[in-house]
């Protein structure tokens, strides 16, 4: 087994997520996954916790959605509404085998059944805010994420932990380092009302007065690498060329382009998935404001992959998500949709908050 599986589960553990004695820890994640749940496994047994396993297979997603009636995709087990107050700590462990396995499923089905799964996903996202639930999620290398980002898979394993400094002697140590850096930015977006971005076909304004600017540093992705906060609901204005393209579940849009107004998309244009984008704005209500607003720092991710784990964390970038905030933010959007979109800001792009320049072609003038 490579011996960075071993350091990654040491570090989500002790680190991510915190594991004390007597915890209840939820491992997630596809069987191809075997040697990381494994390992996690484990190291929630050293740490005195009691960790429970929920290993899924191939093919279950796609089944699924093609079989389900519409009973059936508004349905929801109590067992899962249980299982999200009684855990302590949750990790995700993603590893695809095929990324677009799900690339032909009708949008209405995925809409019903976001609908259908949204209060689990809020609930465990306030527990989160409370600070009654610890989760992360991460990726294992497979062959289809190594394919996506025109990898072989060995390439690909390196580019995951050299992303997650799992090279380097004590990762721990590193992270820590990392959150005490970006603890300065934070501070210093605090103070801030209004941020402008301006780029390539991008002038937009969103207002942040009264949010909160969170540090992720490997506490619930990993790896990590932004800062980001929830855009006051009724106020982003402007427009938006989106660099690289949005995916969503296998489905992948192109050179999204976005105008708002009072807080809220009021044109959409793509080169490719167009009628998809529109049919993921009308998911609901919500499904058409910003409810994320952030900032890549990881620069040792330069490499767009089509994985946004990764390529949302690029360092010199921002990213902006469609639908649903994250409670500890202050942001209050709701909606069954988290869409992520990434616009490039490394070569003439800039950030202005109050009206002073704090990030250009990339990087921050202040803090880091």
């Known amino acids: 087994m490579d011996p960075r599986i071993e350091k990654l589960a040491n570090v989500l553990v002790q680190y991510s997520l915190e594991v004390k004695p007597g915890q209840l820890v939820r491992i997630s994640g ?57 855990v302590d700590a949750t990790l995700g462990i993603w590893a695809e085998t095929n990324t677009r396995a799900l690339t032909s499923v009708d949008p209405a089905r995925r809409r019903i059944r976001g609908d259908a799964t949204r209060p689990l996903s809020q609930r465990l996202l ?11 999620g991460t990726q294992y290398p497979t062959h289809a994420h190594a394919q996506e980002a025109d990898m072989s898979l060995d390439e690909y394993a390196n580019f995951v932990y050299g992303a997650g400094h799992l090279d380097d002697p004590d ?48 506490d619930s992705n990993f790896p990590d690498g932004e800062v980001f906060t929830a855009p006051d609901e009724t106020s982003t204005r402007g427009h938006i060329r989106f660099s690289f ?47 994320e607003f952030a900032i890549g720092t990881n620069y040792d991710i330069q490499r767009f992959t089509k994985n946004i784990l990764f390529d949302e964390k690029i360092g010199g970038t921002v990213h902006m998500a469609l639908g649903s905030s994250y409670p500890e933010s202050g942001g209050k959007n709701t909606s069954g949709l988290h869409w992520d979109m990434i ?26």
């Open 126 to 136: 306030a527990r989160a805010a409370e600070g009654t639930l610890r989760w992360v």
């Open 245 to 291: 393209p949005a995916i969503y579940g296998g489905r992948e849009v192109s050179d999204v382009r976005l105008v708002f107004e009072s807080g809220r998309v009021v044109k959409a244009e793509a080169a490719k998935g167009e009628d998809f984008l529109r049919q993921m704005l009308a998911m609901d209500d919500g499904a058409k404001v910003l409810g």
């Open 30 to 86: 596809n069987a191809v996954a075997q040697p990381l749940i494994l390992a996690a496994y484990r190291a929630v047994l050293r740490d005195g916790a009691h960790p429970v396993v929920r290993a899924t297979v191939d093919g279950l997603d796609e089944a699924f959605y093609r079989e389900a009636n519409e009973e059936q995709l508004r349905f929801v087990p109590e067992l899962q509404r249980k299982e999200i107050e009684a």
């Open 171 to 218: 990762p721990i140590a590193t992270w820590r380092r990392i959150h005490a850096e970006q603890e300065r930015i934070v501070a210093r977006l605090n103070q801030c009302r209004e941020l402008r971005v301006v780029g390539p076909d991008t002038d937009l304004t969103v207002s942040v007065a009264g949010r909160t600017w969170i540090n992720c540093a490997g």
């Open 343 to 368: 616009c490039d800001l490394r070569d003439g792009g800039e950030i202005c908050a109050d009206g002073e320049v704090i990030h250009k072609d990339g990087k921050f003038l202040i803090g880091m």
